[in-house]
């Protein structure tokens, strides 16, 4: 049981602060981010690139996150 | 300011740690909401950062790029509790395409002409609009279903009458189970798509029109809606973002509160009973119209159209703040009281039929 936990605590605490580290970033140069993902053209990409990123890095954070606290969904499966 | 010096624009709002926490919870609440109605929290993001002073445009380019990754999410999870309906999905995305580059064109000509304050009077009026027809509607069937106990949803006598057009290319739906014609699928697409490229909120046709017109279940429909969210979140933050539009910040701060409330909200689907997705979505719709209508003087006031004392308007202000707070919070506390309750008959009932199993 605790070996269990163990395993589903490493991949939480890699991902969050990986999650956390990209938001510390993000607030350091946070007028520099601006200024390139305004710009248009091909800078469009900066504000997308980034949206991607962190909802992967974050998203895995979470989708960690919430079974640990005792968030998880009733998955109906059919019955064989 | 430092800002200025590397060019930024004026429009961009300068952050503080209680505006961060400020996006940071209407992010979450806006993630827990659309995870459980299939809408955009948008609706419940774009006037949030308007109240705390970001441009109409800008809220609504920033919002759709906080969308598109987070209805990704929504639709990876919602499709393996088996709720989506890929083929409508797509269909109904590819319309909406059309309608958000209408949408789009709609808002630059008006930004162009009034400027800020026009922007912001237009998409306040829409949602309003929107809100008060869609959220009636809503909020009378929630109340119907819960009246009747009838826990199993039925196809409206609309929906029955759409699918019995026949009118080619007839497409099957294995998730609605029934064959229904292109040319009715295309224009809910549009609109969907019209109205996401200007309040950030296609859902509020998008799912009303999958349940009330093609006759899907509402957990159907909110899933499904989640996949057009992504395609149309993807294109129209591309548009957006050659525009310069997006406050890329604003974007990051509410998609971590939303990436954990939309996975919360998901998982609380699984929980409650049909009648109470569409109440709560009801209820929000309503409450956010209401808000939505005191703040609109204030944007009078800017084009001169009427004059109103600073007080009065600042009151307003304030009072339109308050009831989207209170709505918002009112709505997450729905949700996760009600997925608590849920979680908890089904501890009971799989107990006990563990112990008949067991006899």
Request: hydrophobic share 50%.
């Amino acid at each position: 049981m605790k070996k269990e936990n163990n395993k589903k605590l490493i991949p939480l605490i890699i991902w969050g602060t990986l999650s956390l580290s990209s938001y510390l970033m993000i607030f350091l140069f946070q007028n520099e981010l601006l200024f390139y993902s305004t710009r248009g053209g091909i800078f469009s990409v900066v504000p997308l690139l980034f949206a991607f990123y962190f909802s992967f890095v974050h998203g895995a954070f979470a989708s960690y996150l919430l079974p640990f606290i005792g968030v998880e969904a009733i998955i109906k499966k059919e019955a064989h | 300011m430092e800002g200025n010096s590397m060019g930024i624009l004026s429009n961009f709002i300068t952050l503080d740690p209680t505006n961060m926490l400020f996006l940071l919870f209407v992010g979450f609440v806006g993630g827990l909401v659309s995870g459980f109605i299939g809408s955009g929290g948008a609706f419940v993001l774009t006037p949030g950062m308007m109240s705390i002073g970001v441009p109409g445009t800008i809220a609504v380019a920033s919002n759709m790029c906080h969308k598109f990754p987070k209805a990704m999410v929504g639709a990876y999870k919602r499709w393996k509790y088996g709720q989506v309906d890929i083929k409508l999905g797509l269909i109904m995305a590819i319309s909406a395409i059309l309608g958000v580059q209408v949408g789009i064109q709609i808002q630059e000509a008006i930004l162009k002409t009034w400027g800020n304050a026009g922007s912001n009077l237009y998409v306040s009026t829409m949602f309003i609009i929107v809100l008060t027809i869609v959220g009636t509607y809503v909020f009378k069937d929630a109340v119907n279903m819960a009246k009747s106990k009838n826990t199993k949803e039925e196809s409206t006598a609309l929906a029955k009458r759409i699918q019995s057009i026949n009118i080619p290319p007839m497409i099957y739906f294995d998730k609605i189970g029934a064959k229904i014609s292109f040319w009715v699928t295309f224009p809910i697409g549009f609109c969907t798509g019209l109205l996401a490229a200007t309040i950030a909120v296609g859902g509020f046709i998008g799912v009303p029109g999958m349940i009330y017109i093609l006759g899907a279940t509402s957990t159907v429909g909110t899933a499904t809606e989640l996949v057009i969210a992504f395609v149309m979140g993807l294109v129209g933050s591309v548009k957006w973002a050659m525009n310069g539009m997006i406050d890329i910040r604003l974007t990051l701060i509410i998609l971590a509160g939303s990436l954990i409330g939309v996975q919360i909200g998901a998982a609380a689907t699984t929980f409650v009973k049909p009648y109470l997705i569409k109440f709560v979505m009801g209820f929000i719709m309503l409450l956010v119209a209401g808000s939505r209508i005191l703040a609109v003087p204030q944007y009078l006031s800017e084009l001169n159209i009427i004059h109103l004392e600073k007080q009065a308007l600042s009151a307003l202000d304030q009072t339109s703040f308050m009831i989207m707070s209170l709505t918002l919070l009112a709505g997450a506390i729905i949700i996760v009281f009600s997925m608590v309750r849920g979680k908890r008959e089904f501890r009971r009932t799989s107990a006990i039929a563990q112990v008949k199993i067991n006899d």
